[in-house]
């Protein structure tokens, strides 16, 4: 019986300068294909990883994984960043937070 390989879509943002959730939208707009319409807040970004059907790009891989430097948004404790690494916590889903270099 064959064995169905998980395809992965990687984007790394590491060494991008993160300090809010706005930063956080363009820097994934153009990795992850999102439309113009695209809603640039955390429902829509759940939307986009867990229940899909918004970025083609992201619906033609299994998992999308986002690789980020732990500092700026991803570093505070504030309610929105931590609403932001929580739409993560899916099985399609993955957020890799790297110690800076």
């Given at each position: 019986m064959a064995k169905k390989t998980e395809s992965e879509l990687v984007v790394d943002l590491r060494?991008?300068?993160i300090e809010t959730l706005d930063a956080f939208w363009d820097a994934i707009t153009e990795p992850c294909e999102l439309p113009e319409?695209?809603?640039?807040?955390i429902d829509a970004w759940r939307d986009t990883i867990q229940t899909r059907g918004i970025s083609a790009i992201i619906d033609r891989?299994?998992?999308l994984v986002v690789h980020v430097d732990e500092q700026g948004v991803f570093a505070t404790r504030n309610p929105e960043?931590?609403?932001l690494r929580s739409t993560f916590a899916g099985r399609q889903s993955?957020?890799?937070?790297h110690e800076p270099s």
């Open positions: 060494g991008w300068s319409w695209f809603g640039r807040n891989h299994d998992v960043a931590q609403a993955r957020l890799v937070v």
